[in-house]
């Protein structure tokens, strides 16, 4: 999802940056801001619909494929 880009200045630790460019094969650091961004925010997505599918079915999951 496309959104307001902004210019912004940030202490940041370049350590973690440079950790997380290589964990994500990013090539700048921006890229890597916004893919980290980016999983962040499907992180929370996915925790919030997994939440939901345990809610639903009352705590009770199964291996559908446990019997082949």
Known sequence: ???????????IDVTKLNRAKGILGTKTET??????????ADETALAKALRTLVVKGHGHIEDLDADR
């Open 31 to 40: 890229e890597t801001i916004h893919r980290a961004l980016d999983l962040v």
């Open 1 to 11: 999802m496309a959104g307001k880009v902004q210019r912004k200045n940030y202490r």
